[in-house]
DNA sequence: GTGAAAGCGCTAACAA
DNA sequence: TTGTTAGCGCTTTCAC
């Protein structure tokens, strides 16, 4: 299958019309200082001519790099690929890394057996490091990554006791400072839209909530509380569940601008004035929800911020060898709009 | 950076540990025929013990072949990127490759820069072969590709002279029969809200809706086409645009299922009730729009054929080492649901 | 059925 | 500044 055109020309054949050695080509390829200005442009014709591509798999076996990293996104989090939040990270990652010359491969694991096709491909040396989206609590990819030494950071842990290298936000504050907002206008009876509670940063998420309750000398309920899967959906299910159960919700800390955009629907739906009657907040900020529902508040995460974060750690961890994991959280910020 | 581990063990190593020759490793490990059982096992077991992974850019550069074929998106396909139609082809693209053993990896394409990157990636060697989604009409990465000999499928065509190897729906004869459709149940004025019409496709739609029109023995209007990027968003805003040209407006196809669901909402928003009203088609079939917009009709696009088609196409050329362009055309469906 | 040997095309260290 | 050389770790004949 797919062998390569026998008459692609060899950085040897380059060589030899340029009139130089090897090194000296492989010099020029590489933008490596020490070469003569006119040899330089000798072998730059040399290789225009014979129209050259230089063989990575020779590049990567010679010099033990693969000059490209992998953006894996597991089965779980599928869902959200179709989410602006996703496309978001990816466009930032990609710009983080667009200066370092690597290629940014996005790989997706939805079976057992892909994940292993996975874990070879990566401890095969095809790629540099690994960038990992919202694992869940029970994934082992990031262990078995670590244990190939692969340089590997996660966006967002598995929980508290996390270690292989990440970037996370402050979830527990961010939803906290978002809770004790509503309360401070004199909301009463707030509710919370969860994430999956089998990721770490909606539990954070629901224990921000909770203390900002705790705080005001307010008693959290659980029926105050219902889970979504951050789809525009679930969070129209969620609330139409909270309304129906408290007639008297008067604001609501929603897991994702998405779902609150799903729950500003359901409200609108039931006859709810928003935010008159009741207040929405939601987590992440990401200019394509926010042009969907302008007026939404949001505990912003620094989209940008965290895929800088993400790519400085890696290129770290590549640089000395993966002999130490490194761990950022981010902060976030609450940005009240019209609609609180 | 990133230097692998230099204690990782290699194949010799494990020749050496199971006492029979480099050849029977390589045999053994590519799961070749002609090796005895016993010894099989013994060189599994060395493997096993030492945890031997092998080199992939060694087999690369032995073998001539990457084991990886890339799907490439480039910048205007972006928005399209966070639609559930991307995500499904790419979900289908991946089902049709899983039992290939090759690597599926996703790769943007947004600047000039990141162009050329993986151009060199692509005719580097690391990929056996590339799937393109909905190229723009004036895109010469497809004829790049082409000159360097890679096996190249295209998901629709750039024009109708398309030479590179593609799978495609049959667009006109869906639109047509769509308008056919609403004109059979009485609707008079039907307009239509297009994609991008620097996509061949979206111009091919509008084609089949205005033959529709003709073979009617109606005579299409400018004022009743308006232009999409297939977003929900921008198909509220073509709708709203083409009830405020022509109050009387019935019918309507639209470019997708995602902008038939804004134009849903612009109806709505204006007062008109559907179906009664106006009766509204949209493009493409896919689980996760059907979801949100279960009575919506559709010309449903088969994506399951799709992901198929393309990954059968690319092998095929890679297997003869692309010697020949192959064209498909899949046919639609109409598929009515009570909202029309 | 198995081993030995000849590359695959490049980088990097060392000479010159 | 440049050429030469020794691998990088694997696949694949070709003998045995």
Known sequence: MGRRRPGTPTLEEVAARAG????????????????KESTRRAVRRAIEELEY???????????????????????????????????????????ALSDTGMQL????VRSDAER????????????DGVLLLSVRAGDRLPDMLAEARLPTVLLGRRSGEEYVSYVDADNIGGARSAVSQLLRQGRRVVATITGPLDMYAAQCRLR????????AGLEGEQTLVAESDFTAESGRRAMAELIERHPDIDGVLAASD?????????????????????????????????????????VRQPI???GRAMV?????????????????????????REST
Chains 1, 2 share one sequence.
């Not at 292993?116 to 790629?127: I, S």
């Not at 921000?208 to 705080?215: D, H, I, S, V, W």
């Not at 890696?314 to 009240?336: D, K, N, P, Q």
């Open 116 to 127: 292993q096709r996975f874990l070879e491909y990566a401890r095969g040396g095809r790629v």
């Open 20 to 35: 130089v050695g090897r090194g000296t080509v492989s010099r020029v390829i590489n933008n490596a200082a020490g070469v």
């Open 105 to 108: 491969l996005l790989t997706l």
């Open 208 to 215: 921000g909530y909770q203390e900002a309750l705790t705080l």
């Open 304 to 306: 940008e911020e965290i």
């Open 258 to 298: 998405t779902t609150a955009a799903g729950a500003l629907e359901a409200l609108r739906a039931a006859g709810r004035r928003v935010p008159e009657d009741v207040a929405v907040i939601g987590f992440d900020d990401f200019p394509l929800a926010q042009r969907t529902t302008p007026r939404l508040s949001t």
């Open 312 to 336: 400085r750690l890696l290129l770290e961890e590549m640089e000395e060898g993966a002999v130490a994991w490194r761990h950022v959280i981010l902060r976030t910020e609450l940005v009240l």
């Open 53 to 95: 591509v230089p063989n990575l798999a020779a590049r990567s076996l010679a010099g033990r790099r693969a000059d490209a990293v992998a953006l894996v996104v597991t089965e779980p989090d599928w869902r959200s690929f179709a989410e602006p939040f996703f496309s978001e990270i990816v466009r930032s990652l990609g710009d």
